[in-house]
C-alpha cells in the first residue's frame, strides 16, 4: 500500500463549480497535513496547513482532516479558471519530512 | 510567508559533470531542506539541514550528494558526477511562520537536465 495516495485526475469542472480534492494514507503517524498548488515547473504554493484532525477553512478554500478514516480533503468553492492548476496533499509525523500525493490536475473551464 | 531564492532555474548538464545548485532565504532561518521531483512523478524528501549539520536524509540521497552552507547564507546543494536520472526539478525548502502556520514553503525550484 502506498504510504500517501490521490487521484491524479485529471479533474475538470465549469467556472462557480465546488472544486472536491482528496487524498488516503497509511502512516497513522502523521500529523501536520497540508494542500500545495503547483504550477507547471514551478515550486509548490502552500495553501492549507492543518495540524491533526478537524477543519480549517481560509477564504474560499477548506481543508478536512479524518484521522479515524486516513482521508484528507480540499474543498475549492466558487472556482475560477485561475485555481487551473495541479494540488498536492502532503503530510508528515514532525512538519517537515513531507510525504507527497501524486497530485491531481484540475482544470476550471471559463 | 517566507521567500526563498533558488539559482539556477535551469541547468543543463553532461552526465558525469558536477552541480551546484543554489538556495538563498530572504530572511534567517535555522531549517533548510531539499526536495525532488522527478517529471511526472511525486516531490519527494531528500534531506533536512539545521544547524550546519545533516538532521536527515532519505534513501535517495547518498553519496553522490552533499549539502552546506558555505557563507551562513547560501545553502547548497551539490550532485557530484550527475546521472541521467539525476534529471529532476530540485526545490529548497525552509520551514517558516506564514498566514497558514509554522510549516514548509517552497522555492521556485532549479531544473536539472542531464544530458
Known amino acids: 500500500q502506498k504510504e500517501v495516495e490521490q487521484d491524479p485526475g485529471p479533474l475538470s469542472v465549469p467556472e462557480g463549480a465546488i472544486v472536491s480534492l482528496n487524498c488516503t494514507y497509511s502512516n497513522s503517524a502523521f500529523q501536520y497535513f497540508m494542500w500545495y498548488r503547483q504550477y507547471s515547473r514551478k515550486g509548490p504554493e502552500l495553501l492549507m496547513y492543518?495540524?491533526?484532525?478537524g477543519n480549517k477553512e481560509d477564504g474560499r478554500f477548506t481543508a478536512q482532516v479524518d484521522k479515524s478514516s486516513k482521508y484528507i480533503s480540499l474543498f475549492i468553492r466558487d472556482s475560477q479558471p485561475s485555481d487551473s492548476a495541479t494540488y498536492l496533499c502532503?503530510?508528515?509525523?514532525?512538519?517537515?519530512?513531507?510525504?507527497f500525493g501524486a497530485g491531481t490536475t484540475v482544470t476550471v473551464r471559463a | 510567508e517566507p521567500e526563498v531564492t533558488q539559482t539556477p532555474s535551469h541547468q543543463v548538464t553532461q552526465m558525469g559533470q558536477e552541480v551546484i545548485l543554489r538556495c538563498v532565504p530572504i530572511s534567517n532561518h535555522l531549517y533548510f531542506y531539499w526536495y525532488r521531483q522527478i517529471l511526472g512523478q511525486k516531490v519527494e524528501f531528500l534531506v533536512s539541514f539545521y544547524n550546519n549539520e545533516i538532521s536527515e536524509k532519505s534513501e535517495i540521497f547518498d553519496d553522490q550528494f552533499s549539502v552546506e552552507r558555505p557563507d551562513g547564507s547560501n545553502f547548497t546543494l551539490k550532485i557530484r558526477s550527475t546521472k541521467l536520472e539525476d534529471s529532476a526539478m530540485y526545490f529548497c525548502a525552509i520551514e517558516g511562520q506564514g498566514h497558514s502556520g509554522n510549516t514548509i514553503y517552497f522555492g521556485e525550484g532549479s531544473w536539472l537536465t542531464v544530458v
Open positions: 492543518t495540524y491533526s484532525s
Open positions: 502532503a503530510m508528515s509525523p514532525n512538519d517537515y519530512k513531507l510525504s
